[in-house]
């Protein structure tokens, strides 16, 4: 994605709440499911990760974009927003297209 691509998504995302949230156990396969659902729901998401310090929770966003194929549109503090297109994308549930 090029830049003013990424502006658009992260200026969508910052009136978003998260809806998943990583605390003590981790990536687990519940939260890639949940996860999966929610992007092709979505496409664009909140996601808050109350781990440790700031390298751990880097290394959980990149896995999560690893395990679900998607991309990271920003990450600040303890909250990451994620971004993957729907294969049909619903009017009323997708973020895209409400803020469009």
Do not use: F
Request: aromatic letters at 0%; a positive charge; one cysteine or more.
């Amino acid at each position: 994605m090029d830049n003013q691509q990424l502006k658009k998504l992260r200026t969508i995302a910052h009136q978003l709440r998260p809806i998943l949230t990583i605390a003590g156990d981790g990536v687990t396969e519940n939260i890639i499911k949940e996860l999966n659902q929610a992007l092709e729901r979505h496409e664009l998401i909140k996601i808050k990760i109350q781990l440790g310090d700031r390298e751990l929770r880097q290394q959980v966003a990149d896995e999560l974009c690893l395990q679900s194929s998607a991309e990271c549109v920003q990450r600040i503090g303890n909250v990451a927003v994620l971004y993957r297109a729907a294969k049909e994308p619903n009017p009323k549930l997708s973020n895209l297209l409400r803020h469009q």
